[in-house]
């Protein structure tokens, strides 16, 4: 059993005790996989909850990722970890988010759950902004990684991913020293012919998970999918389609199930790449030149 932060354990009895549980704490244990914040696995006699906390948080980082949850959830589409606490850093406890524990196993999706995730993700993706008079963006923005993801609504989705996705990756990127002269070049250029290959015709507003890679989805209860760590925002349903293909961990099956559902439209293959420069950009300002080489074939295959 691990020693939480001073001050930490103690607030958590609180909100378990206000939750109805007052069971004895059998263990936490540390879990792995995140770069950004301390986790680990709370379990009493009652039940498993799943905490995350960090002494040095990002601005908001919790409450933005406890409101997209909810947010998530409400739409009843797919399944998300309920939040049932969140905390900004005080001079007694580090910022924390607590949720319930979904995961059965430290296994990867069955190919079942494979293909619920499909049918599911088609089906958030039918969700509309029409409460936000079909605008591209978000009320708020929100993190990719540790980078700011910024969401200003914006009626036209090429605007929307020029200049609140490819833009602000430049530009970090700049500050970062990881953006040469022939990059930066080739990146604006690009950017100048987006309506070149993107045509957004009647291109509707889709929910989106945001950073739907394969570590983001846990093999939870009852043989069921959850979608983890989001960042969502209004955009185009082929950008989240796209960056489940980057990292992998999706089979057949998923895009199977997703196309049965809602078919994609021609030539999504040809823009994939061109959305999946987005994550490229922030992993190469999250984590170096390693991704340079990635993100320089892209440029050089579309400019």
Same mark, same amino acid.
């Given at each position: 059993?691990?020693?939480?932060?001073?001050?930490?354990?103690?607030?958590?009895?609180?909100?378990?005790?206000?939750?109805?549980?007052?069971?004895?704490?059998?263990?936490?244990?540390?879990?792995?996989?995140?770069?950004?914040?301390?986790?680990?696995?709370?379990?009493?006699?009652?039940?498993?909850?799943?905490?995350?906390?960090?002494?040095?948080?990002?601005?908001?980082?919790?409450?933005?990722?406890?409101?997209?949850?909810?947010?998530?959830?409400?739409?009843?589409?797919?399944?998300?970890?309920?939040?049932?606490?969140?905390?900004?850093?005080?001079?007694?406890?580090?910022?924390?988010?607590?949720?319930?524990?979904?995961?059965?196993?430290?296994?990867?999706?069955?190919?079942?759950?494979?293909?619920?995730?499909?049918?599911?993700?088609?089906?958030?993706?039918?969700?509309?902004?029409?409460?936000?008079?079909?605008?591209?963006?978000?009320?708020?923005?929100?993190?990719?990684?540790?980078?700011?993801?910024?969401?200003?609504?914006?009626?036209?989705?090429?605007?929307?991913?020029?200049?609140?996705?490819?833009?602000?990756?430049?530009?970090?990127?700049?500050?970062?020293?990881?953006?040469?002269? *022939?990059? %930066? @070049?080739? $990146?604006?250029? +690009?950017?100048?012919? &987006?309506?070149?290959?993107?045509?957004? =015709?009647?291109?509707?507003?889709?929910?989106?998970?945001?950073?739907?890679?394969?570590?983001?989805?846990?093999?939870?209860?009852?043989?069921?999918?959850?979608?983890?760590?989001?960042?969502?925002?209004?955009?185009?349903?082929?950008?989240?389609?796209?960056?489940?293909?980057?990292?992998?961990?999706?089979?057949?099956?998923?895009?199977?199930?997703?196309?049965?559902?809602?078919?994609?439209?021609?030539?999504? *293959?040809? %823009? @994939?790449? $061109?959305?999946? +420069?987005?994550?490229? &950009?922030?992993?190469?300002?999250?984590? =170096?030149?390693?991704?340079?080489?990635?993100?320089?074939?892209?440029?050089?295959?579309?400019?």
């Amino acid at each position: 059993m691990i020693l939480l932060p001073e001050g930490l354990a103690a607030k958590l009895r609180e909100i378990l005790k206000s939750l109805g549980d007052t069971s004895r704490w059998e263990g936490v244990s540390m879990v792995s996989g995140g770069s950004i914040n301390h986790a680990a696995q709370l379990n009493t006699l009652q039940r498993s909850y799943f905490l995350k906390w960090n002494g040095d948080p990002l601005p908001n980082m919790f409450s933005i990722e406890a409101e997209s949850l909810a947010y998530l959830a409400s739409k009843r589409v797919v399944n998300v970890p309920e939040v049932f606490a969140w905390e900004e850093k005080t001079q007694q406890t580090p910022a924390f988010i607590l949720m319930e524990w979904v995961a059965e196993n430290d296994s990867r999706p069955s190919s079942l759950q494979q293909q619920i995730l499909g049918e599911q993700l088609a089906c958030l993706h039918q969700i509309s902004s029409s409460e936000y008079d079909e605008k591209f963006g978000l009320w708020f923005d929100n993190y990719i990684g540790s980078n700011r993801q910024i969401n200003a609504w914006n009626t036209d989705w090429i605007t929307f991913f020029r200049e609140a996705r490819l833009i602000p990756q430049l530009d970090l990127a700049e500050r970062n020293g990881r953006m040469d002269h *022939s990059r %930066r @070049k080739k $990146l604006e250029r +690009l950017i100048s012919k &987006l309506h070149v290959y993107i045509n957004p =015709g009647s291109l509707r507003p889709s929910l989106l998970h945001g950073d739907l890679w394969g570590g983001n989805v846990v093999s939870g209860r009852n043989n069921q999918p959850y979608l983890i760590d989001p960042a969502i925002y209004f955009g185009d349903r082929e950008a989240d389609l796209a960056f489940t293909e980057l990292f992998g961990g999706f089979s057949p099956g998923f895009y199977r199930a997703y196309q049965e559902v809602w078919p994609l439209e021609s030539g999504y *293959s040809d %823009r @994939k790449n $061109l959305y999946n +420069l987005y994550h490229l &950009l922030n992993h190469l300002n999250l984590f =170096g030149e390693s991704y340079g080489s990635a993100v320089d074939s892209i440029l050089n295959k579309y400019s």
